[in-house]
Every structure is written in structure tokens, then in C-alpha cells.
Nanobody, 129 residues
Framework: QVQLVESGGGLVQAGGSLRLSCAAS????????MGWFRQTAGKEREFVAR????????YYADSVKGRFTISRDNAKNSVYLQMNSLKAEDTAVYYC??????????????????????WGQGTQVTVSS
């Protein structure tokens, strides 16, 4: 069982930056692939970024590539999302999620909600234009 708690959301002007954090409970954090997703009202939750268990491999949605950076600190049971050059369209509730490794579904499936076993409650990010 893994519990995830996000923090760091807030209101920021377009062009600004925010850093989201996700703290995980349990002693097996380093056995989970971690991901960030986001959701706006009336839309499906969408993939933002993911990071491998050891933090070596990362993957981003095209919409955030070059602006967002995902990282993790296994000693602190935490994963982060550094968001720079924020745009109004980045406004959403951001969720972190954990997928048990080794993941046998293939890399494309790690961009889907079904791949992840545990979810946080979300943190609101609002970007004013």
C-alpha cells in the first residue's frame, strides 16, 4: 500500500514557475515508477510526465516538454515536478501516481491512467494570463 500526498500548487502568473512535490508513504517507494497527470473540469485526466524507479529515465507529454522537469529523491520518498514558463493552459489539478515495477505493459501504457496503482488527492495549479 502506498499513500501519496501532493503539495506546492497555487496561483502564479503566466511565465512564472511552480514546484510540485509528492510525498509517498511506505518503504518500497523505489520500486514504483512515478508519474504526474493533470485534469481540468470537463476533461479527461491527462499524462504529464513520468520517471523510472531509479530516476534515470524520464518521459514527457509534448505539451510540457522543455518546460517541466520531473525528478525524484528515493531517500526522501518524494517525486517532484518543476514547472517553468507556465501558461494559462497549464491550469489544472495535478495528481501524482505510482505504478509498480517492473511494468510489463510497455512504455506507451505508462501514459495511461490504468497503468498506475496508487493516486494522490491532487493539488490545484492556476496560471493567470
Amino acid at each position: 500500500q502506498v499513500q501519496l500526498v501532493e503539495s506546492g500548487g497555487g496561483l502564479v502568473q503566466a511565465g512564472g514557475s511552480l514546484r510540485l512535490s509528492c510525498a509517498a508513504s511506505g518503504r518500497t517507494f523505489n520500486s514504483y515508477i512515478m508519474g504526474w497527470f493533470r485534469q481540468t473540469a470537463g476533461k479527461e485526466r491527462e499524462f504529464v510526465a513520468r520517471i523510472s524507479t531509479g530516476g534515470i529515465s524520464t518521459y514527457y507529454a509534448d505539451s510540457v516538454k522543455g518546460r517541466f522537469t520531473i525528478s525524484r529523491d528515493n531517500a526522501k520518498n518524494s517525486v517532484y515536478l518543476q514547472m517553468n514558463s507556465l501558461k494559462a493552459e497549464d491550469t489544472a489539478v495535478y495528481y501524482c501516481a505510482a505504478a509498480a515495477a517492473p511494468f510489463r505493459g510497455g512504455p506507451d501504457r505508462l501514459a495511461t491512467l490504468a497503468a498506475y496503482n496508487y493516486w494522490g488527492q491532487g493539488t490545484q495549479v492556476t496560471v493567470s494570463s
